[in-house]
């Protein structure tokens, strides 16, 4: 099928670029630059010029497309405003997208995060929260996902925190990048809060599955590993970078502090046997023995 991709150039969007195009899709993907355009056709895919924000680019590439899906979100937790931004603009997109595709019967796949439930892991089942720094999102995909009572084939793939390829990616990706920064690996509170993770090329897989099979209405969890302990994944960043490790306070890590606080494990078994989805690349802490000092 013809597939319109938002956020095809990032680390997950690649790899699910080249994920579809090595399974018979035909991808069009919304390109900033020259750079963000050569890196769709390195992936077998076309470009739009555009962003994100630019919602005549996006509804029209929409039209245009047998299947959409969307990944981009602008990374910007600097502040508790520019996070609200971002929110806001990914909003607006969704919404053009799914006011676009009404009745046509055509799948939206959108990106979502695994919710956290207190004392277990979640699960597919789980509601979204729809409170908090991130809650917007959370919002946003709900209703999205009732588009599936107005003739879209909508779904919903969960990331977890942590997506990762090659030691980057996710909130280990921050933790890495902020280790470098402070001269310190740093966790927060003990470190028992779990994080769950899966490596970007798994993800896409997830990502493909859902495009073509998935039935209206459905979330999906791209989750390999349940939960990594955050200091245990502090210390593979320490050690590889030759840096202490050690507790830090929430506040360091910016307006998303409380979230990076919270034991968030996350099971993906309904997914694994209803979408015949299997893990097969490496689990987060291996991919961390990547990084290089």
């Not at 555009?50 to 981009?72: K, M, N, P, Y």
């Not at 493909?208 to 349940?226: K, Q, S, Y």
């Not at 360091?252 to 097969?280: C, K, N, Y």
């Amino acid at each position: 099928m013809q597939v319109f991709i938002t956020g095809g150039t990032g680390l997950v969007g690649t790899a699910v670029v080249h994920e579809l195009t090595t399974h018979g899709h035909h991808v069009t993907g919304l390109a900033r630059s020259d750079r963000a355009a050569a890196v769709l056709a390195e992936q077998g895919a076309e470009s739009i010029r555009g962003d994100l924000g630019e919602l005549d680019a996006v509804r029209r590439a929409a039209a245009d497309a047998d299947g959409v899906v969307h990944l981009a979100f602008r990374n910007d937790f600097g502040s508790a405003g520019a996070l609200a931004a971002a929110i806001a603009e990914e909003t607006a997109a969704i919404e053009t997208i799914g006011a676009t595709l009404r009745g046509t019967g055509k799948p939206f796949v959108v990106v979502s995060g695994t919710p956290w439930i207190a004392g277990r892991a979640s699960t597919e089942a789980d509601p979204l929260p729809v409170d908090g720094p991130v809650g917007g999102r959370g919002r946003t995909v709900q209703a999205a996902l009732g588009l599936a009572q107005h003739g879209v084939r909508v779904s919903a793939v969960r990331l977890p925190r942590t997506v990762h390829a090659d030691g980057r990616g996710g909130f280990a990706g921050l933790l890495t990048g902020m280790a470098r920064d402070a001269g310190v690996s740093g966790y927060p509170g003990d470190g028992t809060q779990r994080w769950p993770a899966v490596h970007a090329r798994d993800a896409a897989v997830l990502f493909r599955l859902a495009l073509e099979a998935a039935p209206a209405g459905t979330a999906w969890h791209a989750v390999a590993d349940e939960g990594d302990a955050v200091r245990d994944i502090a210390a593979v960043i320490g050690r590889r970078l030759g840096l202490p490790v050690e507790s830090v306070p929430a506040e360091r890590f910016g307006p998303i502090g409380p979230v990076f606080a919270m034991d968030q494990p996350a099971s993906s078994a309904h997914t694994r046997a209803e979408l015949g989805w299997e893990p097969s690349h490496p689990s987060l802490l291996a991919d961390l023995e990547r990084l290089e000092p």
